[in-house]
């Protein structure tokens, strides 16, 4: 059984950090694209930055320069630094593993997915 686990949550000040992490089993992991999305309230959940298996990075313009997507192989684990983090930042952040996927923004191309860890960040 695939599971994909978030963790790292919380609160947070504005211009605060936060590491989130995903845990994966149950599938190889290497093999796969690993993502993080989020969704605020009452928004559609969307892209934050992606990891290929070669190790490939890219991010939504919002992020780039604070946010940064990272993995490792050996423990199975993704990660998502966050720094100089804002309000707006504030959202259920997801990872997600994609053994293919032609629009990093498709979340149809995304095979699996973790249930959510909850970043909430204060003004």
Known sequence: QVQLVE????LVQA??????????SGLSFGA??????????G??????AIISRFGNT????????RFTISRDNVKNTAYLQMNSLKPEDTA??????SIYYR???DRNAYNFWGQGTQVTVSS
């Open 32 to 41: 796969y694209a690993v993502a993080w999305f989020r969704q605020a309230p």
């Open 7 to 10: 963790s790292g949550g919380g």
């Open 15 to 24: 211009g605060g950090s936060l590491r989130l992490s995903c845990a994966a």
């Open 58 to 65: 890219d991010y939504t313009d919002s992020v780039k320069g």
């Open 92 to 97: 259920v952040y997801y990872c997600a593993a």
């Open 43 to 48: 928004k559609e959940r969307e892209f934050v």
């Open 103 to 105: 629009s990093r923004d």
